[in-house]
């Protein structure tokens, strides 16, 4: 089946470094990927819409300059939490569907568990 | 506005049936999923209905009303592994996902 591999599984950094998270289709092209942040006890919190060669779409609260998110490839999306800060710290995780298959299930990553010290 | 509404906990004992309601108020309707979710995991897809009927699948059923804005998943034969957060997912017109935050089963033996 589809697979979504995210890369960081866990980053552990000190407050001010910047963080790049990747997220990568594996056996399939996604000209859309998704980034939701995760708090816990709580649902997914969509942060943006990643789109192939184009800007990304952010959602209301959710700071452009903060979470830079480049969508190089049909296969590729990165998201880099600039300048960390320990309220940043959060559970990250990226979903991305095959082309043309809007109405199908998100296929996620594992997830990235941010901790910013 | 566009919502998901579902209950935020429910308890179950291993072995029996259970229930969890959703109703969603979209923007047109391109479907509804549910989605399952271990503590500190990402979710996992359970099921996708987008015309009115029961689905199947094993264990887990799915139920969809669209004229009610309504579904439910249905768990059979619980295990203390299906103790977990539910999710339940409706696209609108635009094929945007709307969240519900979530209902956690709690499996007792």
């Known amino acids: 089946g589809a697979v979504v591999s995210q890369h960081p599984s866990r980053v552990i950094c000190k407050s001010g470094t910047s963080v790049k998270i990747e997220c990568r289709s594996l056996?399939?092209?996604?000209?859309?990927m998704f980034w939701y942040r995760q708090f816990p006890k709580q649902s997914l919190m969509l942060m943006a819409t990643s789109n192939e060669g184009s800007k990304a779409t952010y959602e209301q609260g959710v700071e452009k300059d903060k979470f830079l998110i480049n969508h190089a490839s049909l296969t590729l999306s990165t998201l880099t939490v600039t300048s960390a800060h320990p309220e940043d710290s959060s559970f990250y995780i990226c979903s991305a569907s095959d082309i043309g298959q809007d109405n199908q299930p998100q296929h996620f990553g594992d997830g990235t568990r941010l901790s910013i010290l | 506005g566009q919502n998901i509404d579902q209950p935020t906990e429910m308890t179950a004992t291993e072995g029996a049936i259970v229930q969890i309601n959703c109703t969603y108020q979209?923007?047109?309707?391109?479907?509804l999923f549910w989605y399952q979710q271990h503590a500190g995991e990402a979710p996992t897809f359970l099921s996708y209905n987008v015309l009115d009927g029961l689905e199947e699948k094993g264990r887990f059923s799915s139920f969809l009303s669209r004229s009610k804005g309504y579904s439910y998943l249905l768990l059979k034969e619980l295990q203390m592994k299906d103790s977990a957060s539910y999710l339940c997912?409706?696209?609108?017109?635009?094929?945007?996902?709307?969240w519900g935050a979530g209902t956690k089963l709690i499996i007792k033996p």
């Open positions: 056996d399939f092209q996604a000209t859309t």
């Open positions: 979209t923007s047109g309707f391109n479907g």
């Open positions: 997912v409706a696209m609108d017109s635009n094929y945007q996902l709307i």
